[in-house]
């Protein structure tokens, strides 16, 4: 994820004994006592990691608590995210000053199956995506670049934003994507300036996809 996000992000990324390691109390008291491991061993990584990127911004380390749909509450002038798929983790902070947003999503690469696709996305992705080069699960990489996308849309608009509403094209020679929302959700936006355009990179190594894109505040 480094590799992927400006020098002004701070990223961690989870090593062995994150997963398991001890979390602050206002962090616990998110947590329901019937959370099952696989959801207690994620959201203590991302925690471990969220405190570990805030503290590489010079930052006393600070709860990271949870929203009702469980997106993650940062600290006053702290913006970040965090992403967790099967034995990978990451986080990612930076100053509200000079980064209106950050957003990152990890996971498996592999064949999505025909539903899923259909959900994801727009006929003229599918066109595209069948001209990319093969070796590459390219649907894969849409999924994740459209959840990178949302995760920089919901701490700004506050909204909830469909696969539909964000068209995506992606540029293998580069690693990069570009994500245009659509007009209506922008008329629809409850927030001066909501984001119309969302740029990012992605890379596709050692069994993952990794996306991530930042919001500048100009």
Excluded at 167 to 193: C, M
Aim: some cysteine; glycine content about 6%; overall charge negative.
């Amino acid at each position: 994820m480094r590799d992927l996000l400006p020098p002004e992000v701070a990223v961690a990324v989870a090593g062995p004994d994150d997963w398991t390691a001890p979390l602050l109390a206002a962090e616990l008291a998110c947590l329901s006592d019937s959370a099952v491991e696989s959801r207690r061993r994620d959201f203590t990584a991302g925690r471990v990691c969220a405190r570990r990127a805030m503290a590489a911004l010079g930052l006393l380390p600070s709860a990271v608590l949870s929203a009702a749909d469980r997106a993650p509450v940062w600290p006053p002038g702290v913006v970040g995210t965090i992403t967790h798929t099967r034995g990978y983790c990451a986080a990612a902070a930076a100053s509200s000053s000079v980064v209106r947003s950050v957003g990152m999503d990890a996971e498996q690469h592999r064949e999505l199956n025909p539903g899923v696709r259909r959900l994801i996305s727009l006929p003229e992705e599918d066109e595209r995506m069948a001209a990319l080069p093969a070796g590459v699960s390219w649907p894969a990489v849409l999924f994740s670049a459209k959840e990178t996308v949302y995760k920089v849309w919901h701490p700004v608009v506050g909204t909830w934003l469909d696969f539909a509403d964000a068209h995506v094209e992606l540029d293998p020679d580069a690693g990069t994507f570009t994500a245009r929302i659509s007009p209506a959700r922008i008329d629809a936006a409850p927030v001066d300036n909501p984001p119309r355009t969302v740029r990012g990179r992605f890379v596709v190594a050692d069994g993952l996809v990794r996306t991530a894109a930042v919001l500048p505040t100009d």
